[in-house]
């Protein structure tokens, strides 16, 4: 089952987008048997990651839900009529909030940019399995 995009309107108001997310979309969580949210971003949330973590952990567990996180990083010069977020990290610390984040909500975390893939939890278990399967054709 597929919820609803939420824009956060120029801004990266994660809080505000997620509680409409669990607000809207999960007030029938009994009816569906998996429910996950999938965030698309290319930059952090305007909120501390503390206080997300937080918040995302509890509805996770209120909700029987996952939180999978795609982080885009964008490679381009700022010019002068960008807005400013309201809080502002670089791609390295960008991801690593992410995957705090995620670990609060049992999800996995995706950070991809125009030069490929950086970081995939999806293909690091994957590498992992094939490491294992070598592993074991060698004994």
């Given at each position: ?17 997620l ?60 010019d ?41 939890d ?18």
């Open positions: 089952r597929w919820v609803l995009s939420l824009q956060c309107k120029g801004s990266r108001n994660f809080m505000s987008a509680r409409r997310a669990v607000e809207v979309d999960f007030k029938d969580k009994d009816k569906h048997k998996s429910q996950g949210l999938y965030l698309l971003t290319t930059g952090i949330p305007d909120q501390e990651t503390d206080t997300i973590g937080a918040y995302v952990s509890e509805v996770c567990r209120g909700f029987d839900l996952q939180l999978h996180v795609c982080l885009f990083s964008v490679m381009e010069d700022v002068s009529n960008r807005i400013i977020p309201a809080r502002y990290a670089n791609p390295t610390e960008t991801a690593t909030a992410f995957k705090e984040i995620v670990q609060a909500a049992n999800g996995r975390f995706h950070w991809f940019g125009e030069a490929g893939i950086f970081e995939s999806d293909i690091t278990v994957i590498v992992s399995e094939m490491e294992k399967a070598n592993n074991y054709s060698q004994k």
